[in-house]
């Protein structure tokens, strides 16, 4: 486990992206397509960066990332591609939603990999992630252009059936994923919902 956890850390370090999570999204991305050339991502618990700097490089100069964090961030974007507007907000501000409509009224995708601090107790962190996810949920909903793309970690537990059911009447297609990257004992998943009906 260790030499696979090397080989994330190492390749994101040579690839000059701050996090090995880079590679749970691009895995996605090459799957599934997510964003394209020229399109606007909001990134939600963004810090240190990997995720927005790997949706710009895809999306290109004529797109658009927000990175939202409750961390300060201020990773560079890489050369050819899209602006990066870092914010160091609170996902749970209710003025948040009207700020972003101000950067941009509507994203064709909203990504979300924040993550509550762990407890190390397994139904405290499942309901703290839960309640990230929920919020990250509104966003989508409220942010997202119809047919637009949804992925959010959580961990594992009692309410995620629940939610993954919840979202099946949102999107015309909801997947469950474990990416290759992701440690084999942790409890994180990712739940894509595609084509948001608006």
Same mark, same amino acid.
């Given at each position: 486990?260790?030499? +696979? *956890?090397?080989?994330?850390?190492?390749?994101?370090?040579?690839?000059?992206?701050?996090?090995?999570? +880079?590679?749970?999204?691009?895995?996605?991305? #090459?799957?599934?397509?997510?964003?394209?050339? #020229?399109?606007?991502? /909001?990134?939600?618990?963004?810090?240190?960066?990997?995720?927005?700097?790997? &949706?710009?490089?895809?999306?290109?100069?004529?797109?658009? +990332?927000?990175?939202?964090?409750? *961390?300060?961030?201020?990773?560079?974007?890489?050369?050819?591609?899209?602006?990066?507007?870092?914010?160091?907000?609170?996902?749970?501000?209710?003025? /948040?939603?009207?700020? =972003?409509?101000?950067?941009?009224? &509507?994203?064709?995708? +909203?990504?979300?990999?924040?993550?509550?601090?762990?407890?190390?107790?397994?139904?405290?962190?499942? *309901?703290?992630?839960?309640?990230?996810?929920?919020?990250?949920?509104?966003? &989508?909903?409220?942010?997202?252009?119809?047919?637009?793309?949804? /992925?959010?970690?959580?961990?594992?537990?009692?309410?995620?059936?629940?939610?993954?059911?919840? =979202?099946?009447?949102?999107?015309?297609?909801?997947?469950?994923?474990?990416? *290759?990257?992701?440690?084999?004992?942790?409890?994180?998943?990712?739940? /894509? #919902?595609?084509?948001?009906?608006?």
């Amino acid at each position: 486990m260790r030499k +696979v *956890q090397d080989y994330y850390f190492k390749k994101a370090k040579k690839e000059k992206y701050p996090a090995r999570s +880079v590679f749970k999204l691009e895995e996605v991305q #090459g799957k599934y397509r997510i964003f394209r050339r #020229g399109d606007a991502v /909001l990134d939600l618990g963004c810090h240190p960066g990997s995720w927005s700097l790997y &949706a710009s490089k895809v999306v290109g100069p004529k797109g658009l +990332v927000v990175g939202v964090d409750l *961390q300060e961030t201020t990773s560079e974007p890489k050369e050819s591609g899209a602006i990066i507007h870092w914010l160091c907000r609170d996902i749970m501000d209710p003025e /948040l939603i009207s700020d =972003l409509r101000k950067i941009r009224p &509507a994203f064709k995708a +909203v990504i979300s990999d924040i993550a509550p601090k762990t407890m190390g107790n397994r139904w405290a962190d499942h *309901q703290r992630s839960m309640r990230l996810v929920e919020q990250s949920l509104d966003f &989508a909903e409220k942010l997202l252009h119809p047919k637009g793309h949804y /992925l959010c970690k959580l961990f594992q537990g009692e309410e995620m059936p629940e939610f993954v059911a919840r =979202l099946k009447p949102r999107f015309n297609f909801v997947k469950v994923i474990k990416p *290759q990257s992701s440690r084999k004992e942790s409890r994180e998943v990712f739940v /894509l #919902g595609m084509e948001y009906r608006k």
